[in-house]
């Protein structure tokens, strides 16, 4: 995988859309904060597919994208407060097995939130798709995905200004990776009702 190449069109994109994703990220940022982190996985949803969107068809990211997928509200929110629970009692014992559920996720479940949004699976086909997708190809390339992801908005959340400008750069990274990794993954079955 050319890592340079999607970290260019991430840094292109974001640049050449700085107004609007800082806006964007201001938004997302506020309603995740004012909420109490209610909010902020179907946030993140609408967030992630707003990007997308831009990375796809160079749309320029809108404020009611944030909104867009409200009927993840429940799965995300019990997915995100199963991770905060299962995270929380690792951190609580030793902060070694936390950090692992935390990596563990992260590793497994990256594009989670891409395909629920792009290809309307439901979360427990998301997450074995994201998984599956974290496995296909090189293994390393997906651990220098990661890296890459979390040294991003790790550099951009240690201040808050900078996460105006890292978390829309981080993901527009992650985003032009999925692009790539679905170009070479064959469509998965409709999800069964």
């Known amino acids: 995988m050319d890592f340079k190449r999607h970290i260019e069109i991430a840094w292109n994109?974001?640049?050449?859309?700085?107004?609007?994703?800082?806006?964007?990220?201001?938004?997302?940022?506020?309603i995740s904060t004012l909420t109490l982190g209610i909010l902020?996985?179907?946030?993140?949803?609408?967030?992630?597919?707003?990007l997308l969107l831009l990375v796809r068809n160079g749309r320029e990211p809108k404020m009611q994208d944030l909104f867009t997928h409200m009927k993840l509200f429940l799965p995300l929110l019990g997915f995100g407060v199963a991770v905060f629970v299962v995270?929380?009692?690792?951190?609580?014992?030793?902060?070694?097995?936390?950090?692992?559920?935390?990596?563990?996720?992260?590793?497994?479940?990256?594009?989670?939130?891409?395909l629920m949004t792009d290809r309307n699976l439901g979360i427990m086909d998301a997450i074995k798709?994201?998984?599956?997708?974290?496995?296909?190809?090189?293994?390393?390339?997906?651990?220098?995905?990661?890296?890459?992801?979390?040294a991003i908005t790790t550099i951009g959340g240690s201040v808050f200004i900078g996460i105006l400008f890292t978390q829309p750069l981080a993901t527009l990274f992650l985003l032009s990776t999925y692009e790539e990794k679905m170009l070479s993954t064959p469509p998965a079955a409709p999800p069964q009702s």
């Open 13 to 30: 994109l974001t640049l050449g859309n700085i107004v609007s994703l800082i806006l964007l990220t201001l938004v997302f940022v506020g």
């Open 87 to 114: 995270s929380s009692i690792g951190f609580m014992m030793f902060f070694i097995p936390g950090l692992i559920v935390v990596v563990a996720v992260t590793f497994c479940c990256i594009y989670m939130i891409p």
């Open 40 to 50: 902020a996985p179907v946030a993140l949803a609408g967030y992630t597919q707003s």
């Open 129 to 150: 798709e994201s998984y599956a997708m974290a496995r296909k190809g090189q293994l390393v390339d997906h651990v220098v995905i990661v890296i890459i992801y979390l």
